[in-house]
Nanobody
């Protein structure tokens, strides 16, 4: 059974940095891609960044050049390094993945970690 546990969120001032972690169990990074989503109050979750099983990454326009997705196979952990944070980055952040055959919309989610950026 695949389990995902996010951590690393918290309060930060605008312009600051945070690094989110998503500890995985029962998942191989080579099996399916992984992603970070975020959710603003009252809105649907939106894709922040995705890393494919074979390595390519992509980012939403709003975070491109500020956020970096990566994973450490030995630590079984997915990361999201967030720099130059803005107040509009305040949200609940979730990591997600799927099982083979790897649906476009992930079906396995963590419980989230909250990021709060103040001006």
């Amino acid at each position: 059974q695949v389990q995902l546990v996010e951590s690393g969120g918290g309060p930060v001032q605008a312009g600051g940095s945070l690094k989110l972690s998503c500890k995985t169990s029962g998942h191989r990074f080579s099996s399916c891609g992984m992603a970070w989503f975020r959710q603003f109050p009252g809105q649907e979750r939106e894709l922040v960044s995705h890393i494919s099983a074979d390595g390519p990454t992509r980012y939403s326009d709003s975070v491109k050049s500020r956020f970096t997705i990566s994973h450490d196979d030995d630590q079984k952990t997915l990361y999201l390094e967030m720099n130059n944070l803005k107040t509009e980055d305040t949200a609940e952040y979730y990591c997600a993945t799927d099982r083979p055959p790897c649906a476009d919309i992930p079906t396995i989610w963590g419980r989230g970690t909250r990021v709060s950026v103040s001006s």
